[in-house]
């Protein structure tokens, strides 16, 4: 198999995101909670190392967006306009013997997989959690955790274009949490019923919808290379008409290789102007956009690209996962991105030598303002470097006893292991050049 195809087992992500403290099971002294994960310390700055990422390129570096971060209850009426009350459900059966359900599409048997047991008839079940606001439980009090953050974007763009005075073609961004009572979950954070998702909705004038739909379709394809994932571990696959929703004129995924199959990182659709249509229906408010070189009204189209936090941090790790053979030891590294790692520089002294304390605080307090850092001076330094490989660290700073004297340190780079030695006052902006921000 080419190097670039070789694909990891799950397991050895979950293990080292558990060992390592990327990724743990919820409430795991309780036994855990099923499909629930919660980013520990390394996987918390790389989450947001990911999505710091996606803001930069699609909203700061670009002319035609905005964001926002909107509240993850709305209105009830919102998921009516939207369709998920009535449409956003899933064919499921149940075994009348161990009361088992699954998804019909996910079984191709009519007896239970688990127990053989005779099944029901499918029935649709509504993905989206409820819960109550305010103190009294009634219908009334009904409001839903959001299934996906891209209905504020709707909801608001009269706000958002009033108070930017945006021109089409331009789009709102939101990064946020949704979720969805999903009945097959698993592969660890791959399909939770609690995940992140990073949404834009892209206003255009219709028209030049299938423009703009291929135009993202490229971009968002580009993005994943530019996080860093390899180009042959990324394809593009197009929905077929049976996949689409009626009101959609296109969609495509782009797809990551995982360790479990070709499976979706993000979706882009053109939904034409159904969302904004639909909630100027229910609201009674005009959601139209006013074009003032054509004097006229209508209401935009929106190409909606729209990715998931989780999987593409998922992807990241798999992607850069690697073993290789190192001084008659197997070295496991992640060739993570140098501005996506959750660590950018480790300050390692050579060894706890009460000697060698001063210069390494005095280096590693000169580096933390500008870069998330570690110390770390357990152990012997080939130990250390192995355990920042693993997690992926571009950068080890070695403090010797030959700094005391000549006030240089050595940068050990972490994918070609290629030493070199800088004096500390070029240290900063020797390692800050190294990065692209
Ligand atoms: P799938 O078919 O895999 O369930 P979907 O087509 O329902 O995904 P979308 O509604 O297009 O997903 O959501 C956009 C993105 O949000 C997905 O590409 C994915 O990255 C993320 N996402 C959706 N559902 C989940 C989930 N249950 N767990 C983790 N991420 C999810």
């Given amino acids: 198999m080419p190097e670039d195809t070789k694909k990891v087992d799950m397991e050895k992500i979950v293990s080292l995101c558990k060992r390592r403290g990327f990724v743990f099971q919820s409430s795991e002294i309780y036994g855990g909670l099923a499909s629930c994960w919660d980013y520990g310390p390394l996987g918390v700055e790389l989450k947001r190392n990911i999505k710091n990422f996606w803001w930069k390129k699609v909203v700061q570096e670009r002319d035609d967006m905005v964001g926002i971060d909107a509240s993850i209850m709305m209105h009830p009426k919102v998921w009516e306009a939207s369709g998920h009350v009535a449409g956003f459900s899933d064919p499921l059966v149940e075994c009348k013997n161990c009361r088992m359900r699954f998804r019909s599409t996910d079984i191709d048997t009519t007896a239970c997989p688990n127990c053989g047991g005779q099944l029901s008839e499918p029935r649709m079940f509504n993905l989206m959690f409820k819960t109550f606001m305010g103190p009294v439980e009634e219908e009334a009090a009904i409001v839903y955790l959001r299934p996906e953050t891209a209905q504020a974007q709707f909801v608001n763009f009269e706000n958002v274009q009033s108070t930017t005075r945006k021109k089409l073609p331009f789009g709102i961004a939101q990064i946020g949490k949704s979720f969805r009572n999903e009945i097959t979950t698993g592969n660890f954070i791959f399909r939770t019923r609690e995940f992140e998702q990073m949404e834009i909705e892209y206003f255009v004038k219709p028209g030049t919808d299938q423009q703009w739909f291929d135009y993202w379709v490229n971009e968002r394809l580009n993005y994943y290379v530019s996080l860093g994932i390899k180009r042959d571990n990324l394809r593009l696959r197009e929905h077929c008409k049976e996949e689409l929703a009626h009101y959609a004129r296109g969609c495509f995924d782009v797809d990551y290789n995982f360790p479990i199959g070709w499976s979706e990182i993000e979706g882009i659709a053109n939904r034409g102007d159904y969302d904004l249509t639909q909630h100027s229906k229910f609201s009674g408010k005009t959601l139209d956009y006013f074009d003032e070189e054509k004097s006229e009204r209508y209401v935009p189209y929106v190409i909606e690209p729209s990715s998931g936090v989780d999987r593409s941090l998922l992807a990241v790790l798999c992607d850069a996962y690697d073993e290789e053979p190192a001084d008659k030891e197997t070295r496991v590294v992640l060739h993570i991105k140098p501005e996506i790692a959750p660590i950018k520089v480790a300050v390692l002294p050579l060894s706890r030598n009460a000697k060698l304390l001063p210069k ?27 355990r920042q490989d693993e997690i992926g660290t571009p950068f080890c700073v070695t403090v010797d006893f030959d700094s005391l004297d000549d006030n240089q340190v050595t940068i050990r780079e972490r994918d070609s292991m290629q030493q070199e030695r800088v004096p500390v006052a070029e240290l900063l902006d020797r390692l800050k050049s190294k990065f692209s921000f």
């Fill in 360 to 386: 390494s605080k005095e280096v590693h307090d000169m580096l933390r303002p500008h870069f998330m850092t570690q110390y770390d001076d357990a152990q012997s330094i080939g130990r250390r470097y192995r």
